[in-house]
C-alpha cells in the first residue's frame, strides 16, 4: 500500500507576473506529486469510511 504522509494547499502570490494561484501537491512514499494548480481556493473535507465484515 502506498504512504500518503502529507497532502498541501500553498497559496501564492505571483506579483511580477501578476497571478494569484494555488498548488495542490501531496507527499507519497517521499516523493512530491503534484496534484495541480487552481484560481479558485479548493474547499477541504475529512472523511471517514469504516467497513465492517
Known sequence: ???ITE?????????INDQHYYWIYY????????IGKSSVRP????QIARYVK
Do not use: A, P, W
Open 1 to 3: 500500500m502506498d504512504k
Open 7 to 15: 497532502i498541501r494547499i500553498e497559496e501564492v502570490f505571483d506579483e
Open 27 to 34: 507527499y507519497k512514499n517521499e516523493e512530491i506529486k503534484i
Open 43 to 46: 474547499v477541504c473535507y475529512k
